[in-house]
């Protein structure tokens, strides 16, 4: 064994998206951090579709953005088609989602944490971890080379014991093309935490040049695009469509033809799959009724051939993959550059983590992404920004970053890991939040900005921007109330006839009604007129959703008064009287820091919740 002669304050395990984001987490805080990654030329790979946001993803872009992470950024310097979800929807439920090139998104993301100060970039594949008394000091390479650390943080993706399953044929692999990582799982183990089996898959990657694009329809992004960094003022890159096919009766009998040779019907893979992104044939399987399912063709890049068929996700013979897909409209011809495949590989129950993400196990072992049995990059980056923030903090003796259910969608992903465990891959939905009209795009900035530069992830430079768009909304409210028009003025408002207003009204009260929208004020008052068009978005939905805002603050009020009551470290729930074995036993096994996570965990009764509550506040 060959001891590493360098020392760090936090080494990282994994050099995808939860991976960037926590060492660089890390680093900006101030600590001297090592990200490890299988290979140099696998930095923040996108290893399924080529893009970044969605429905509840975007919204955690922009907390990501908020706290100073480089995901959003990212995407806004190498985006090629940008689209708002849900606008005809309300703002709770808006959502950001824009394609990337691929290969350039991985090469900025590579080039930012090469740059970065205190952050080193090095090759190895970790076997184990160095823990010494119940507490991480380092880990072991394949080669035998160990670097120390004061903490580590865990971001295997899918390459912890990864298999690789295309039809019946099967091989270890973390991603096409890239080995498994062999030894960590079972070093995790021989520490006592509990590792299970998951699954996941890609859809074959298709060559633009045999797609016959005048049959299918065309799918533009918004014009101008909308960026994810609240740092981003423009977008100014060249922007591509994407395209939608359909599958038909023909696909599926084709499919259900090559269900005997398929390792998910064939009973070849164990581990259990994101019930919410199935496979192309789990969908004509539970679907029989549905006589086409919805194709989006995705560009992976400017300048690159390959296309990804979004809804198709398959791990079928590559004979079976081609034939079905020739009979989807406008790829008659099509060929296959890169088969589809399924992959299965360990995660640990993030049940035994803290809110901060540290296990319970081993102190000063974080873990993020996939390993806590999570889908999607923007999930494993969320997690790893948080990990790595408060691996950090923890190293440099400070209070830990834990964001709450009433703050943002990344403390509604943490709280829902540590409280629920993962039993399948875990996939952000709006609807997982409470408080989805509090916690939306456009306003992550207010919610995360102060608690991000407050624990040193966000620098003076974005610090002020945020102080100066505060003024600005602060400046808004005012003008709003205080300007006053009437029919005298003898102006008029798109859609309004102020001579109606016989005793006047407020710009506030005007843009309460449901008709009159900012944009149609903007004449009356140059202040207004002057102002960016975040500051008005924001004014605008603060004014007309005024009473709904107010009753959900009520209902934060009332949750943290549950959330904010403390659980002494350590206590022994088998001494209250009162509490069933159950009761006990789930507590004892998730350890809760407050009684609104206690009341969170399945199976913990609200009179259980009510006993700890009198025995708490009684102290």
């Known amino acids: 064994m060959t001891t590493g002669v360098s020392e760090y304050q936090v080494i990282v395990v994994g050099g995808g998206h939860a991976g960037c984001e926590a060492a660089l987490a890390s680093a900006r805080m101030g600590c001297r951090t090592l990200l ?39 995407i806004d310097a190498t985006g090629i088609q940008y689209r708002i979800l849900n606008t005809r929807k309300g703002p709770a439920v808006r ?90 799982s079972d070093s995790l183990r021989s520490l006592g935490m509990k590792v299970g089996r998951l699954k996941t898959g890609t859809p074959a990657r298709l060559d633009r040049r045999s797609i016959d694009f005048s049959r299918l329809e065309p799918q533009y992004g918004d014009d101008p695009p909308q960026p994810f960094s609240f740092m981003t003022r423009k977008i100014d890159r060249p922007q591509v469509p994407c395209y939608i096919t359909y599958t038909n009766s023909q696909t599926h009998d084709l499919i259900r033809s090559g269900l005997d040779r398929s390792p998910l019907y064939s009973g070849v893979i164990e581990g259990v799959g994101p019930r919410y992104c199935p496979s192309i044939e789990d969908k004509v399987v539970r679907f029989p009724e549905k006589d086409k399912h919805q194709i989006f063709l995705e560009p992976e890049g400017l300048n690159c051939a390959e296309i990804y068929p979004n809804g198709v996700s398959t791990s079928l013979p590559p004979d079976v993959q081609l034939a079905f ?70 190293v440099l003796g400070k209070e830990p970053l834990i964001i709450g259910r009433d703050q943002g969608y990344t403390g509604v992903l943490i709280d829902d890991l540590v409280n629920l465990g993962a039993t399948e891959p875990y996939r952000m939905f709006t609807s997982r939040a409470e408080y989805r009209l509090l916690l939306r795009e456009d306003n992550a900035d207010q919610r995360l900005t102060p608690a991000g530069y407050a624990a040193g992830l966000v620098p003076a430079a ?21 300007l006053r028009v009437s029919g005298s003025d ?81 206590f022994n729930y088998d001494r209250v009287s009162g509490l069933s074995a159950e009761v006990q036993e789930k507590l004892s096994n998730v350890c809760p820091r407050t009684l609104g996570q206690a009341a969170r965990i399945p199976g913990v009764t609200p009179a259980a919740i009510a006993i700890l509550s009198v025995l708490l506040r009684r102290g």
């Open 36 to 74: 490890l990654n299988m290979s140099l030329d696998a930095v923040a790979q996108m290893s399924c579709n080529p893009a970044i946001g969605g429905l509840a993803k975007g919204h955690l872009v922009r907390e990501i953005d908020a706290l100073g992470g480089e995901m959003g950024a990212n």
């Open 95 to 184: 959502a950001s989602r824009a394609q990337a090139d691929r290969r350039l998104y991985a090469e900025r993301m590579k080039g930012v944490v090469e740059s970065f100060p205190l952050l080193d970039l090095k090759h190895g594949v970790v076997t184990r971890l160095v823990v010494k008394n119940n507490r991480v000091c380092g880990v072991e390479t394949r080669e035998g080379i160990v670097f120390f650390a004061a903490a580590v943080v865990l971001t295997t993706g899918t390459f912890m014991h990864g298999l690789i399953h295309v039809g019946l044929s099967s091989y270890p692999g973390g991603r096409a093309g890239e080995p498994a990582s062999e030894g960590l």
């Open 325 to 394: 897909l020739r009979t989807i409209p406008g790829l008659e011809s099509v060929e296959v550059m890169r088969p589809g495949y399924a992959i299965e590989y360990d995660f640990v129950d993030p049940i035994q983590l803290y809110p901060t993400l540290e296990t319970k196990a081993v102190e000063f072992l974080y873990h993020a992404g996939q390993i806590n049995g999570t889908s999607g990059y923007e999930e494993a980056a969320a997690q790893g920004l948080v990990a790595g923030a408060n691996a950090a903090l923890k």
């Open 462 to 482: 974005r610090w002020q921007q945020f102080e100066s768009k505060m003024e600005s909304l602060n400046r808004g409210a005012e003008r709003l109330q205080e």
């Open 490 to 570: 003898r102006v008029s408002v798109t859609r309004l006839d102020l001579g109606e207003l016989k005793n006047g009204a407020s710009l506030l009260e005007l843009l309460r009604r449901p008709e009159i929208t900012i944009s149609d004020l903007l004449f009356l008052d140059p202040t207004l007129a002057g102002m960016d068009d975040d500051v008005l978005e924001q004014l605008e939905i603060a004014t007309k959703y005024e009473g709904y805002i107010k009753r959900q603050l009520e209902q934060v009020e009332r949750f943290r008064r549950t959330e904010n009551v403390a659980i002494p470290e350590g």
